[in-house]
């Protein structure tokens, strides 16, 4: 899952959940392994925290689908948010060089 969330580096919201479930199946595992209760609490907070910044991404990617423009903040950079906030034309600039586009390679 850090390779996702690592991947995802622009779309800062995306990648946070990405990474949030990384560490909470890290310590998730750890404290069964040991046993500790203190790591099976630290667990169960970090699910939580999951839980609330899931649930805030589901809305907010929702809300942004059927409205057709941001409405809550998903903290996009570089050409995530060149894609939502720049024209369609600047996105198709580079489709030529892509395998597959062109006639002959």
């Given at each position: 899952?850090?390779?996702?969330?690592?991947?995802?580096?622009?779309?800062?919201?995306?990648?946070?959940?990405?990474?949030?479930?990384?560490?909470r199946?890290?310590?998730?595992?750890?404290?069964?392994?040991?046993?500790?209760?203190?790591?099976?609490?630290?667990?169960?907070?970090?699910?939580?925290?999951?839980?609330?910044?899931?649930?805030?991404?589901?809305?907010a990617?929702?809300?942004?689908?059927?409205?057709?423009?941001?409405?809550?903040?998903?903290?996009?950079?570089?050409?995530?948010?060149?894609?939502?906030?720049?024209?369609?034309?600047?996105?198709?600039?580079?489709?030529?060089?892509?395998?597959?586009?062109?006639?002959?390679?």
């Amino acid at each position: 899952m850090l390779v996702p969330a690592a991947a995802g580096r622009t779309k800062t919201v995306a990648a946070t959940v990405m990474a949030l479930s990384a560490v909470r199946f890290l310590v998730t595992g750890v404290a069964h392994l040991g046993g500790d209760a203190a790591l099976t609490t630290l667990a169960g907070w970090t699910g939580l925290l999951l839980a609330v910044v899931s649930l805030y991404a589901a809305a907010a990617f929702e809300l942004e689908g059927t409205d057709r423009r941001p409405v809550l903040p998903l903290w996009r950079r570089g050409p995530s948010a060149d894609a939502v906030a720049g024209s369609g034309s600047g996105q198709l600039s580079d489709v030529v060089h892509e395998p597959g586009v062109r006639q002959q390679l």
